[in-house]
């Protein structure tokens, strides 16, 4: 069968066949329209180019939160490097379920959030591809496309010569979207909601699903359906997701309807499962859509999709439903084959289905971490946190390792298919969500090499610690430094849902379809049955976050 053009392994991408000069005075254009904001489908015509702002709380510059490489993403994106993600902090948009609402929407604007420059983001762009990363992903761009465009120019300048991503909500501006045109090589919008009455309910945004129906038909017109090149890598088209909420299925209906009719069953689709209650949802707020989707749910809209003739369904996902048989397959780390030795992330040995399939049974265990912090061990928190550290020394966390060991939890192994006289503890399945940092820089390796990572301890739930104890935030010249200025240095403070799910998910065998026990229940496990005790600091860091949800205990004496 003859390659399609566009998916050879010398594929060029799109910017840097721009005429000569096109891309900065696209640059330009996209930097002007920050005068009076219609950067996306909010209009608020404010001034950002003074450092104004309104809905999206940015001024001139982006925000970045992260930049690394996760393994979370679509196969074809990820690949086995991984994809080069960049995020960007603040959303135009208020989803009450947010699953990163501590960054899209608690973080408060103002001079200690002031951004990256262009020149910053594109140094960023540069090391993901220093890092051998297969694109470059743009996350939550929607209301920096304007800077986003500016860092491509000057990072396409300095050498890059990856494919970009724009992941986006699709709430877009045409104008936005217009400005994009050969520029993005793969647009990746989430396609939320249909209803506007939902719309506004749960996004705050009742012109959603016109803004993203135009916006989508916009980038399909641009870039045509998915390129994949020999290697199972996209390289150019349209990637189209869908989060399943509960109780929503006619939302997913109408939203595959419109896409199998508009543009057409070629379209590659990923309909998403990991919709848990998370941001501002609870019992008393939005309680229809307090609890997770089921199987059923989840089956029935895979089942819509085909029926629609949607044949390019993304199959990555570890609940997924089969076509061939009819039903859902669950994927679990100890039914896929192992490799003859350890996989390391960055090595291209054994690359194919096996591969694939373990990337992704470790993606939601890999903890997001930006590439310059490193791994320190747990004895460091201690300096400033010994109640917490002794408190998390007789906790489950401390000792998860342990439980891989031949004759541990014999019963539990046995329910699910475990072998109880296997060693897991050299089980590159198991030690994601076992150890702290396994297979990252600085991460652990093995009992001999690493024995401070061995347990999920503090880094595990709270991020890689090098770039915090080697700042001035450990020396006695500064004491009060704020939150902030923690998670400026690479920390999450306080940890979210998301964080726990990605070890408490159906990846692992222990699930809560095994068994209710081993469901993750957020307020439950984090605060009744806490990983540690959470005692007053020693010293002032000003108010908690927007978020926290635990009482402090009295500090012992």
């Not at 089969?322 to 859902?328: C, I, L, Q």
Request: neutral net charge; charged residues 20%.
């Amino acid at each position: 069968m003859a390659i399609h053009p566009l998916a050879a392994r010398d594929f060029e991408p799109a910017y840097l066949r721009l005429p000569s000069g096109e891309l900065h005075e696209r640059a330009r254009r996209a930097v002007a329209l920050l005068e009076d904001c219609r950067i996306c489908p909010r209009d608020c015509g404010v001034n950002r180019l003074e450092d104004k702002w309104a809905a999206c709380k940015t001024g001139r510059h982006a925000q970045v939160s992260s930049y690394f490489p996760p393994f979370g993403e679509e196969d074809c994106l990820r690949g086995w490097n991984g994809s080069g993600t960049i995020f960007f902090s603040h959303c135009n948009l208020r989803c009450v379920f947010c699953q990163n609402y501590d960054i899209s929407q608690a973080l408060r604007p103002g001079p200690a959030a002031a951004g990256s420059t262009a020149a910053e983001i594109a140094e960023m762009a540069l090391e993901l591809q220093r890092r051998a990363c297969h694109n470059i992903n743009f996350v939550t761009p929607e209301h920096v496309a304007a800077q986003v465009v500016e860092a491509i120019a000057a990072a396409a300048e300095l050498g890059l010569h990856l494919p970009i991503v724009y992941n986006t909500s699709a709430y877009d501006s045409i104008e936005s979207i217009e400005l994009l045109d050969g520029i993005v090589d793969i647009y990746m919008p989430d396609f939320k909601y249909w209803s506007p009455e939902r719309s506004a309910t749960y996004m705050k945004a009742a012109n959603y699903p016109a803004a993203a129906r135009a916006a989508i038909r916009a980038m399909h017109r641009q870039v045509g359906p998915l390129v994949l090149d020999p290697d199972g890598l996209a390289r150019r088209g349209l990637l189209l997701r869908h989060l399943v909420m509960p109780g929503c299925l006619d939302e997913t209906r109408s939203i595959l309807e419109w896409i199998a009719g508009e543009l057409g069953p070629d379209t590659y689709v990923n309909l998403m499962d990991q919709y848990h209650p998370a941001g501002r949802v609870s019992g008393a707020l939005y309680p229809e859509i307090n609890r997770r989707l089921s199987s059923s749910e989840f089956q029935q809209a895979w089942n819509i999709a085909h029926e629609l003739g949607l044949h390019r369904l993304d199959g990555r996902s570890p609940a997924r439903a089969s076509p061939a048989e009819g039903k859902m397959a669950v994927t679990k780390l100890h039914e896929l084959p192992r490799p003859a030795g350890p996989l390391r992330l960055g090595s291209r040995r054994a690359v194919g289905p096996i591969a694939l399939a373990l990337m992704a049974a470790w993606a939601p265990a890999i903890a997001d971490q930006p590439l310059n912090a490193e791994y320190v061990g747990s004895r460091k928190c201690r300096t400033c946190h010994l109640n917490e550290y002794r408190s998390w020394e007789q906790s489950r966390h401390a000792k998860t390792l342990d439980l891989l060991k031949p004759g541990e939890r014999r019963p539990a192994k046995e329910l699910v298919g475990l072998d109880p006289e296997y060693d897991y503890r050299g089980d590159p399945y198991c030690l994601p969500c076992h150890t702290v940092g396994y297979g990252q820089p600085g991460g652990f390796v093995s009992l001999e090499a690493t024995p401070a990572l061995d347990g999920v301890g503090c880094e595990a739930c709270h991020g890689a610690g090098s770039r915090y104890v080697r700042s001035d935030m450990m020396g006695l010249k500064n004491l009060k430094h704020s939150f902030d200025q923690v998670g400026a240095e690479g920390l999450i403070y306080p940890v979210p849902e998301p964080v726990c799910a990605r070890c408490h998910s159906l990846a692992s065998p222990f699930n809560f379809e095994t068994d209710p026990k081993y469901g993750l229940e957020y307020s439950r496990d984090t605060l009744a049955r806490s990983t540690h005790e959470h005692r007053p600091l020693k010293h002032d860091h000003g108010p908690l976050p927007p978020g926290v949800l635990f009482q402090a205990k009295p500090s012992e004496p």
